[in-house]
């Protein structure tokens, strides 16, 4: 955990959403939950393995889906959703949950185990961001949520026509803004690579919604929509 970096690029949180609890989502919120305050939202598997890692517990929320909470100047609502799986088998990246006892503290990326996944719809008056952060969704959930934003990620070949059926999903929202495309382990002050789609997945956005905006954010960039 390299605490410096959070130091230098986080300056305040009310919130923070997991989605699922692999490395490259978790690692640092211990470090982030205990600096800022904030609340915790994520499911039991979650909680447990941020209190493996010494988050303060009495800033960790359980949820499963299904909730709606009212916090100060914005609301949060919560979706059962799955992550994305490979291969002939429809294989999932390091499975499991962690019910019950909190366990050992993590060593190694393979203890972080999915633990379930989740979806995020956050709303400000008359604007809402959706948080989907998988290449896969709950299509029978979502269907009616009309976001402002949708965070989504590129296509996964083991799901048919996912980019067209979230759209139609989401009421083709008026933003599309692309998720977890980039070489996330490359340093935040060099340029985004496009490892994981974020071209392939805007030319399809073009094709099924050409109404939305795209909006492509570099590392550390910021955006104020509908400005």
Do not use: C
């Not at 490979?86 to 393979?110: C, D, M, N, Q």
């Amino acid at each position: 955990m390299d605490e410096s970096a959070v130091d230098e690029h986080i300056g305040a949180a009310d919130s923070i959403l997991i989605t699922h609890a692999h490395f490259d989502h978790i690692a640092d919120v211990p470090y982030v939950a205990e600096r800022t305050g904030a609340t915790v939202l994520g499911t039991e598997t979650h909680l447990n393995l941020l209190r493996a890692m010494g988050t303060p517990d009495e800033q960790l929320s359980q949820v499963g889906g299904g909730e709606l909470y009212q916090f100060e100047g914005y609301t949060v609502e919560v979706f059962r959703s799955s992550h994305g799986v490979s291969g002939k088998h429809k294989t999932l990246l390091f499975p499991g949950t962690r019910p019950g006892p909190v366990p050992a503290r993590p060593e190694a990326i393979k203890d972080l185990v999915e633990g379930g996944s989740l979806a995020y719809l956050v709303t400000f008056g008359e604007t809402s961001l959706f948080f989907n952060g998988l290449p896969s969704f709950h299509e029978r959930e979502v269907a009616g949520v009309r976001p402002t934003v949708l965070f989504m990620q590129g296509p996964n070949p083991a799901y048919p026509d996912y980019v067209e059926r979230m759209l139609a999903a989401t009421g083709r929202p008026p933003y599309i803004v692309p998720t977890h495309w980039d070489d996330y382990e490359a340093p935040l002050k060099e340029p985004a690579v496009d490892l994981f789609g974020a071209a392939a997945l805007g030319e399809l956005v073009a094709a099924a919604s050409p109404e939305s905006e795209w909006v492509l954010l570099d590392h550390l960039e910021s955006h104020t929509f509908g400005a």
